[in-house]
T-cell receptor, first 109, second 115 residues
Framework: GENVEQHPSTLSVQEGDSAVIKCTYS??????FPWYKQELGKRPQLIID?????GEKKDQRIAVTLNKTAKHFSLHITETQPEDSAVYFC????????FGAGTRLTVKP | EAGVAQSPRYKIIEKRQSVAFWCNPI?????LYWYQQILGQGPKLLIQ????????DSQLPKDRFSAERLKGVDSTLKIQPAKLEDSAVYLC?????????????FGPGTRLTVL
Protein backbone atom coordinates (compact mmCIF):
# COMPACT_ATOMS: atom_id res chain seq x y z
CA GLY A 1 0.00 0.00 0.00
CA GLU A 2 0.87 3.67 -0.13
CA ASN A 3 3.48 5.02 2.29
CA VAL A 4 3.88 8.75 2.89
CA GLU A 5 6.88 10.27 4.64
CA GLN A 6 6.89 13.86 5.83
CA HIS A 7 9.73 16.15 6.90
CA PRO A 8 10.53 17.95 9.09
CA SER A 9 8.56 16.83 12.13
CA THR A 10 8.91 20.26 13.72
CA LEU A 11 9.59 23.64 12.15
CA SER A 12 10.04 26.98 13.84
CA VAL A 13 10.19 30.23 11.87
CA GLN A 14 10.03 33.95 12.54
CA GLU A 15 6.91 35.80 11.54
CA GLY A 16 7.24 36.93 7.94
CA ASP A 17 9.63 34.15 6.95
CA SER A 18 8.75 31.30 4.62
CA ALA A 19 8.11 27.70 5.67
CA VAL A 20 8.56 24.60 3.53
CA ILE A 21 7.31 21.11 4.35
CA LYS A 22 8.23 18.14 2.16
CA CYS A 23 6.58 14.77 1.58
CA THR A 24 7.43 11.68 -0.44
CA TYR A 25 5.09 8.91 -1.49
CA SER A 26 5.64 5.37 -2.68
CA UNK A 27 2.69 4.51 -4.95
CA UNK A 28 3.21 5.98 -8.41
CA UNK A 29 -0.53 5.51 -9.07
CA UNK A 30 -1.48 8.09 -6.42
CA UNK A 31 -3.14 11.01 -8.15
CA UNK A 32 -4.38 13.36 -5.43
CA PHE A 33 -2.26 15.15 -2.84
CA PRO A 34 -4.06 17.26 -0.23
CA TRP A 35 -2.59 19.23 2.65
CA TYR A 36 -4.44 19.56 5.93
CA LYS A 37 -3.99 21.98 8.82
CA GLN A 38 -4.91 20.78 12.28
CA GLU A 39 -5.05 23.11 15.24
CA LEU A 40 -4.85 21.72 18.75
CA GLY A 41 -7.94 19.73 19.63
CA LYS A 42 -9.63 20.41 16.30
CA ARG A 43 -10.38 18.46 13.16
CA PRO A 44 -8.09 18.48 10.11
CA GLN A 45 -9.04 21.17 7.60
CA LEU A 46 -8.07 21.08 3.94
CA ILE A 47 -5.92 24.09 3.01
CA ILE A 48 -4.79 23.20 -0.51
CA ASP A 49 -4.64 20.20 -2.80
CA UNK A 50 -3.07 19.23 -6.09
CA UNK A 51 -3.84 16.59 -8.66
CA UNK A 52 -1.27 14.55 -10.52
CA UNK A 53 -1.82 16.36 -13.83
CA UNK A 54 -0.69 19.67 -12.31
CA GLY A 55 2.84 20.60 -11.23
CA GLU A 56 2.10 23.60 -9.06
CA LYS A 57 -0.85 25.33 -7.44
CA LYS A 58 -1.01 28.56 -5.50
CA ASP A 59 -3.61 30.12 -3.22
CA GLN A 60 -2.57 33.47 -1.74
CA ARG A 61 0.31 32.73 0.67
CA ILE A 62 0.15 28.97 0.20
CA ALA A 63 1.57 26.97 -2.69
CA VAL A 64 2.08 23.29 -3.39
CA THR A 65 4.47 21.73 -5.89
CA LEU A 66 4.43 18.16 -7.18
CA ASN A 67 7.25 16.19 -8.80
CA LYS A 68 5.71 12.95 -10.09
CA THR A 69 9.00 11.56 -11.34
CA ALA A 70 10.65 11.87 -7.94
CA LYS A 71 7.37 11.14 -6.13
CA HIS A 72 7.56 14.09 -3.83
CA PHE A 73 5.48 17.16 -3.14
CA SER A 74 5.96 20.21 -0.98
CA LEU A 75 3.96 22.86 0.83
CA HIS A 76 5.24 26.42 0.79
CA ILE A 77 3.88 29.10 3.11
CA THR A 78 5.14 32.63 2.54
CA GLU A 79 4.92 35.63 4.86
CA THR A 80 4.09 33.38 7.80
CA GLN A 81 1.84 34.71 10.56
CA PRO A 82 1.37 33.49 14.15
CA GLU A 83 -2.04 32.08 13.19
CA ASP A 84 -0.27 29.71 10.78
CA SER A 85 1.03 27.84 13.85
CA ALA A 86 -0.50 24.35 13.74
CA VAL A 87 0.25 20.79 12.69
CA TYR A 88 0.27 20.26 8.93
CA PHE A 89 -0.34 16.89 7.30
CA CYS A 90 0.31 15.84 3.75
CA UNK A 91 -1.56 12.94 2.22
CA UNK A 92 -1.56 10.88 -0.97
CA UNK A 93 -4.50 9.13 -2.50
CA UNK A 94 -5.59 7.03 -5.44
CA UNK A 95 -8.61 5.37 -3.87
CA UNK A 96 -7.73 5.37 -0.17
CA UNK A 97 -5.90 8.17 1.63
CA UNK A 98 -2.59 7.80 3.45
CA PHE A 99 -1.33 10.60 5.68
CA GLY A 100 2.14 11.68 6.64
CA ALA A 101 3.13 11.88 10.31
CA GLY A 102 2.70 15.63 10.46
CA THR A 103 4.83 18.77 10.88
CA ARG A 104 4.36 21.01 13.88
CA LEU A 105 4.88 24.56 12.62
CA THR A 106 5.53 27.33 15.12
CA VAL A 107 5.59 30.94 13.92
CA LYS A 108 7.26 33.23 16.42
CA PRO A 109 6.01 36.83 16.55
CA GLU B 1 -24.53 22.69 4.60
CA ALA B 2 -24.31 20.70 7.81
CA GLY B 3 -20.97 19.07 8.47
CA VAL B 4 -20.02 15.55 9.52
CA ALA B 5 -21.54 14.69 12.89
CA GLN B 6 -19.99 12.33 15.42
CA SER B 7 -20.95 11.12 18.85
CA PRO B 8 -19.98 10.84 21.56
CA ARG B 9 -17.27 13.50 21.65
CA TYR B 10 -15.48 11.89 24.58
CA LYS B 11 -15.47 8.39 26.01
CA ILE B 12 -13.54 6.85 28.88
CA ILE B 13 -13.64 3.09 29.35
CA GLU B 14 -11.58 0.40 31.01
CA LYS B 15 -9.59 -2.11 29.04
CA ARG B 16 -11.54 -5.15 27.86
CA GLN B 17 -14.75 -3.13 27.75
CA SER B 18 -16.64 -2.44 24.53
CA VAL B 19 -17.33 0.92 22.92
CA ALA B 20 -19.17 2.19 19.86
CA PHE B 21 -18.90 5.41 17.91
CA TRP B 22 -21.46 6.91 15.56
CA CYS B 23 -20.99 9.05 12.46
CA ASN B 24 -23.44 10.85 10.20
CA PRO B 25 -21.80 12.09 7.00
CA ILE B 26 -22.65 15.14 4.93
CA UNK B 27 -25.90 14.58 3.08
CA UNK B 28 -25.32 13.09 -0.35
CA UNK B 29 -21.77 11.95 0.34
CA UNK B 30 -21.36 8.40 -0.88
CA UNK B 31 -17.99 7.71 0.71
CA LEU B 32 -17.38 7.48 4.44
CA TYR B 33 -14.07 6.98 6.20
CA TRP B 34 -13.04 6.08 9.75
CA TYR B 35 -9.60 7.16 10.89
CA GLN B 36 -7.66 6.55 14.08
CA GLN B 37 -5.40 9.41 15.18
CA ILE B 38 -3.04 8.61 18.00
CA LEU B 39 -1.58 11.64 19.77
CA GLY B 40 1.29 13.11 17.79
CA GLN B 41 0.61 11.06 14.66
CA GLY B 42 -1.23 11.49 11.40
CA PRO B 43 -4.68 10.00 10.85
CA LYS B 44 -4.58 6.30 9.97
CA LEU B 45 -7.34 4.99 7.73
CA LEU B 46 -9.22 2.13 9.38
CA ILE B 47 -12.03 1.55 6.91
CA GLN B 48 -13.56 3.20 3.85
CA UNK B 49 -17.12 2.68 2.65
CA UNK B 50 -18.62 3.47 -0.73
CA UNK B 51 -22.35 3.60 -0.01
CA UNK B 52 -22.79 0.46 2.12
CA UNK B 53 -19.89 -1.51 0.62
CA UNK B 54 -16.34 -1.71 1.98
CA UNK B 55 -13.67 -0.23 -0.31
CA UNK B 56 -10.67 -0.70 1.99
CA ASP B 57 -10.32 -2.20 5.45
CA SER B 58 -6.72 -3.37 5.18
CA GLN B 59 -5.64 -1.46 8.29
CA LEU B 60 -8.61 -2.38 10.46
CA PRO B 61 -7.68 -4.75 13.35
CA LYS B 62 -10.50 -7.12 12.57
CA ASP B 63 -10.05 -9.22 15.70
CA ARG B 64 -11.42 -6.35 17.79
CA PHE B 65 -12.69 -3.62 15.49
CA SER B 66 -15.81 -3.74 13.35
CA ALA B 67 -17.72 -1.16 11.37
CA GLU B 68 -20.93 -1.04 9.44
CA ARG B 69 -22.87 1.30 7.22
CA LEU B 70 -26.00 -0.69 6.67
CA LYS B 71 -28.17 1.84 4.84
CA GLY B 72 -25.35 3.66 3.12
CA VAL B 73 -25.75 6.77 5.27
CA ASP B 74 -24.61 6.80 8.90
CA SER B 75 -22.06 4.41 10.29
CA THR B 76 -20.92 2.85 13.55
CA LEU B 77 -17.44 1.77 14.56
CA LYS B 78 -17.11 -0.70 17.42
CA ILE B 79 -14.18 -1.87 19.50
CA GLN B 80 -14.58 -5.10 21.45
CA PRO B 81 -12.61 -5.63 23.65
CA ALA B 82 -10.65 -2.38 23.99
CA LYS B 83 -6.92 -2.29 24.72
CA LEU B 84 -4.83 0.49 26.22
CA GLU B 85 -3.27 1.19 22.81
CA ASP B 86 -6.71 2.01 21.36
CA SER B 87 -6.62 5.35 23.17
CA ALA B 88 -6.87 7.86 20.33
CA VAL B 89 -9.16 10.25 18.54
CA TYR B 90 -11.46 8.48 16.10
CA LEU B 91 -12.24 10.71 13.16
CA CYS B 92 -15.02 10.16 10.67
CA UNK B 93 -14.85 11.83 7.27
CA UNK B 94 -16.97 11.84 4.15
CA UNK B 95 -16.56 12.76 0.51
CA UNK B 96 -18.86 13.01 -2.47
CA UNK B 97 -17.31 9.99 -4.16
CA UNK B 98 -14.41 7.61 -3.88
CA UNK B 99 -11.19 8.26 -5.69
CA UNK B 100 -8.45 10.81 -5.97
CA UNK B 101 -9.57 14.38 -6.13
CA UNK B 102 -12.55 14.08 -3.83
CA UNK B 103 -12.13 16.37 -0.84
CA UNK B 104 -12.71 14.70 2.52
CA UNK B 105 -14.57 16.60 5.21
CA PHE B 106 -13.80 15.59 8.76
CA GLY B 107 -16.06 15.39 11.77
CA PRO B 108 -15.00 16.71 15.20
CA GLY B 109 -13.82 13.28 16.32
CA THR B 110 -14.39 11.09 19.36
CA ARG B 111 -11.62 11.11 21.92
CA LEU B 112 -11.32 7.63 23.46
CA THR B 113 -9.37 7.01 26.63
CA VAL B 114 -8.82 3.39 27.65
CA LEU B 115 -7.73 2.93 31.27
Amino acid sequence: GENVEQHPSTLSVQEGDSAVIKCTYSDSASNYFPWYKQELGKRPQLIIDIRSNVGEKKDQRIAVTLNKTAKHFSLHITETQPEDSAVYFCAASRVDMRFGAGTRLTVKP
Amino acid sequence: EAGVAQSPRYKIIEKRQSVAFWCNPISGHATLYWYQQILGQGPKLLIQFQNNGVVDDSQLPKDRFSAERLKGVDSTLKIQPAKLEDSAVYLCASSLMTGGGNEQFFGPGTRLTVL
